[in-house]
């Protein structure tokens, strides 16, 4: 049965936010500089306390993660202390051998370089800490690891001149270090749990009768890098509670539950059976000898925020200077066409629910609002395209020749990388929404959205641009979301 059915969550946590009412048609304007003002004082109250609320949520869970990810770094250190000591072991043992392998220095150097890529290797099986992996599945990675740095090794010094000689010593580090290893990890964690360093809260979810065993399960096999704790389905979310929630048997959940444990837990995880204690009929050799099935996580990033900033300001900046003696002839055509402004600023929402002031090119008529109020009040076959997509194959309000050009080509966001460049936007992520677009999503949906950097591009303006109606957005912004 399912996570409610069963009984191990509040039903009241689980419902969605309240609609936040229709689309208002009338919002469907672009705001020039004073009427971008008006707007956003319009809304200034809601607006400003929704982004307070926002802002704060990621803050507190900031705050509140630090200590488990400092926690985490100790023991990381920790645990690559204990191979670092294990090939110290190795070395020391080999040298003696190779009387004049101190004096030349070559030999050493090639065990520390061979160390170095061992770790290196290590980290890339996901080793350290290495939680939520049975003991064999730790000796393979290894293992594998090892051979890789081997052969590795192995290879470059048939390449070297003179090199050949190393290769049997390196063979014989790399042997004795993975021997000894299993002592000084084993030490390195017992050290680690002496400290209180070891391990990640979990919330186990399952029927009362099989809560106690899971318990007793991973607190007596306290290698798995699990502290469990029954889920308290009368608590309210909150930002220091258990990271990862352990679902066991019977209580797999349903799509828009897993939805809402996302929002609760760092990563939902179910549970595969032990050489212990059979729980959902999973084999550990079928999820890479994991404790269980991923499910979901909201932790991973796709890139550190410094690297995504970089890269963003390595195309935002060449691109805006290329650009802009094209952006000027624009704006002169604007311009010859209908005089006034010829760029604009409207208000959107950004990351943390904050707005963003998005500068676009002016591609329609300065009474846009009044020419759509006309033609949606007169027209019902208009009026459902336009509360399909937002948008109308053929709209009135475009200025001729220039207007269509320059947003078929979407020639007219390109004033957006101004926004790229002070860090309001990146270049590729969700499109920022006016206030009447985000009116036709659920707050769930919203809430998703306000989780990641606004783009100047995104998924479904790449694969459908004006194709997509409102759930296809959703489904595609939803999945790079995710």
Partial sequence: MALLASGSINPGMLQPA???????????????????????????????????????????????????????????????????????????????????????????????????????????????????????????????????????????????????????????????????????????????????????????????????????????????????????????????????????????????????????????????????????????????????LHLAGRDALPAPYLLRRLVDLMIAVPAAIVSAPLLALAGAAIYAIDPGPVFFWQPREGLAGKTVRVLKLRTMYRDAEQRLEALLAENPAVQAEWSAHFKLKHDPRILPVVGQLLRSSSFDELPQLFNVIIGEMGIVGPRPFPEYHLLAMNAEFRHKRRSVTPGLTGLWQISERSNADLELQRQLDEFYID
């Fill in 18 to 292: 309240p609609a936040e009412g229709p689309p208002l048609r009338g919002a469907a304007r672009e705001t020039f500089a004073a009427g971008a003002d008006l707007a956003a004082a319009s809304h200034a109250p809601a607006a400003a306390f929704a982004s307070a609320e926002a802002g704060k949520r990621p803050a507190t869970a900031l705050i509140a993660a630090l200590p488990a990810r400092l926690a985490r770094l100790a023991t990381q250190v920790l645990l690559i202390s204990g191979d670092v000591a294990a090939y110290s072991i190795a070395c020391l043992l080999l040298v003696p051998f190779h009387p004049g392998a101190i004096e030349d220095g070559a030999l050493v150097r090639a065990f520390i370089l061979v160390a170095m890529a061992a770790l290196v290797f290590y980290a890339s099986e996901a080793l350290y800490p290495g939680y939520r992996l049975h003991g064999h599945e730790h000796l393979r990675r290894r293992a594998k690891a090892t051979f890789k740095v081997a052969a590795l090794a192995v290879f470059g010094s048939m390449l070297l001149p003179g090199g050949w000689p190393l290769a049997l010593p390196i063979a014989g580090f790399l042997g004795i270090a993975l021997i000894v290893q299993p002592l000084t990890h084993r030490t390195a964690r017992r050290l680690c749990r002496w400290l209180g360093l070891w391990g990640e809260r979990a919330a186990i979810i399952a029927g009362p009768n099989r809560v106690p065993s899971l318990i007793e399960h991973f607190n007596r096999h306290w290698q798995y890098g699990l502290r469990p704790e029954p889920f308290l389905r009368d608590t309210a979310p909150s930002g220091n509670g258990p990271r990862i929630a352990l679902i066991a048997g019977d209580t797999a959940p349903v799509l828009d539950e897993l939805s809402a444990l996302r929002r609760e837990f760092a990563e939902v995880v179910l549970l595969a059976d032990t050489p212990h204690l059979k729980v959902a009929g999973l084999r550990p050799a079928d999820i890479g000898g994991q404790v269980g």
